[in-house]
């Protein structure tokens, strides 16, 4: 299918729609973070940058829902295009992954857009079906590719569909049961506000150390382990922490990251994968214990957190405190 030319234009005057965001049905495969509360409201403004350049006007000439095109432009903090940025998704069930590179739209400082191709037949996901599905990523290098695990992806949270182009029920924030997965339904131009990548490769790395108190292992074999989007990890090998019977803290050192880079805590690493050995905390209400989410490292470079079961956590695996 050829794609239209589409032409470039500052916006006077944009009265942004508000939009709500619902989640789809079905997981998405290979990411492998848990999913935010999609009932929380992401807040994606940057108190440095209070307000965004307004939203260009971008057109698609004789704009039909026949089509099969769909614009994403997207609004990125200052400093993280230095790789370029792309479009990781699918528009066929995964049989390929392309990444569609976006382009600095004429006239502006920090817009980007990209326009796709949508999928002949639509692809289901649960009771939905979508012509397009994915996430802006970041080029980790210079003529890159974004690898298997997304580290370098919009982060949960602080991504905001800001507005669209008079077809609200195209675009969708929340698919698969992600909350950061974009779900194109058909063709017009969707609005990003992004306020932060899960990490940003124009700058240098931190090195941070973690120190957690945690519970009783439940087997003496277990080993805990640091996970996440840093280097070291990438979503798959995992930092194993040792333990220091002086302070009885588990420590991981020398742990290079960004304040936006994301990690948690399981046993055994690739072993066990997800199924076995997550931290989980009680909850207070119902006594229930559940699944921690995804942290961020944040700004302070020392990170000592008490996981222990006197805090009220447990190992996924083990059996709950006081039981």
Same mark, same amino acid.
């Given at each position: 299918?050829?794609?239209?030319?589409?032409?470039?234009?500052?916006?006077? &005057?944009?009265?942004? @729609?508000?939009?709500?965001?619902?989640?789809?049905? =079905?997981?998405?495969?290979?990411?492998?973070? %848990?999913?935010?509360?999609?009932? #929380?409201?992401?807040?994606?403004?940057?108190?440095?940058?209070? %307000?965004?350049?307004?939203?260009?006007?971008?057109?698609?000439?004789? @704009?039909?829902?026949? %089509?099969?095109?769909?614009?994403? &432009?997207?609004?990125?903090?200052?400093?993280?295009?230095?790789?370029?940025?792309?479009?990781?998704?699918?528009?066929?069930?995964?049989? !390929?992954?392309?990444?569609?590179?976006?382009?600095?739209?004429?006239?502006?400082?920090?817009?980007?857009?990209?326009?796709?191709?949508?999928?002949?037949?639509?692809?289901?996901?649960?009771?939905?079906?979508?012509?397009?599905?994915?996430?802006?990523?970041?080029?980790?290098?210079?003529?890159?590719?974004?690898?298997?695990?997304?580290?370098?992806?919009?982060?949960?949270?602080?991504?905001?569909?800001?507005?669209?182009?008079?077809?609200? #029920?195209?675009?969708?924030? *929340?698919?698969?049961?992600?909350?950061?997965?974009?779900?194109?339904?058909?063709?017009?131009?969707?609005?990003?506000?992004?306020?932060?990548?899960?990490?940003?490769?124009?700058? /240098?790395? %931190?090195?941070? !150390?973690?120190?957690?108190?945690?519970?009783?292992?439940?087997?003496?074999? #277990?080993?805990?382990? @640091?996970?996440?989007?840093?280097?070291? =990890?990438?979503? *798959?090998?995992?930092?194993?922490?040792?333990?220091?019977?002086?302070?009885?803290?588990?420590?991981?050192?020398?742990?290079?990251?960004?304040?936006? =880079?994301?990690?948690? @805590?399981?046993?055994? *690493?690739?072993?066990?994968?997800?199924?076995?050995?997550?931290?989980? &905390?009680?909850? &207070?209400? !119902?006594? /229930?214990?559940?699944?921690?989410?995804?942290? !961020?490292?944040?700004?302070?470079?020392?990170?000592?957190?008490?996981?222990?079961?006197?805090?009220?956590?447990?190992? =996924?695996?083990?059996?709950?405190?006081?039981?």
């Amino acid at each position: 299918m050829k794609m239209k030319k589409f032409a470039w234009a500052l916006m006077t &005057a944009f009265v942004s @729609l508000a939009v709500v965001f619902t989640g789809c049905k =079905s997981d998405a495969p290979n990411d492998p973070s %848990d999913p935010s509360d999609p009932s #929380d409201p992401s807040q994606p403004s940057d108190p440095s940058d209070p %307000d965004p350049e307004p939203e260009p006007e971008i057109e698609f000439p004789e @704009l039909t829902a026949e %089509d099969g095109t769909a614009v994403v &432009a997207i609004y990125v903090p200052e400093g993280v295009d230095c790789n370029g940025i792309v479009f990781k998704g699918t528009n066929d069930n995964w049989t !390929t992954i392309p990444e569609t590179p976006f382009e600095k739209v004429e006239g502006t400082d920090r817009w980007y857009a990209v326009e796709l191709e949508l999928a002949e037949s639509p692809m289901l996901d649960g009771e939905a079906e979508i012509f397009y599905f994915g996430k802006a990523c970041v080029l980790p290098e210079a003529d890159g590719v974004v690898d298997g695990s997304w580290t370098t992806q919009w982060s949960d949270g602080h991504i905001e569909l800001n507005a669209d182009n008079g077809n609200p #029920d195209m675009f969708i924030i *929340g698919c698969g049961g992600e909350n950061n997965k974009l779900g194109i339904y058909g063709s017009g131009v969707a609005y990003i506000i992004v306020d932060q990548f899960q990490a940003n490769p124009c700058v /240098a790395n %931190d090195t941070y !150390t973690f120190k957690f108190k945690l519970p009783a292992l439940c087997d003496e074999a #277990d080993v805990p382990g @640091l996970v996440g989007s840093f280097p070291a =990890s990438g979503w *798959g090998a995992d930092v194993e922490l040792e333990y220091d019977e002086a302070s009885g803290y588990w420590i991981a050192e020398d742990v290079e990251g960004q304040a936006s =880079s994301t990690w948690k @805590l399981r046993l055994n *690493g690739n072993t066990s994968g997800w199924e076995y050995g997550q931290i989980q &905390a009680v909850d &207070a209400e !119902t006594g /229930a214990y559940n699944d921690l989410g995804d942290a !961020t490292f944040g700004e302070e470079l020392e990170i000592v957190l008490d996981y222990s079961a006197e805090a009220g956590y447990a190992w =996924s695996p083990c059996a709950p405190v006081g039981e």
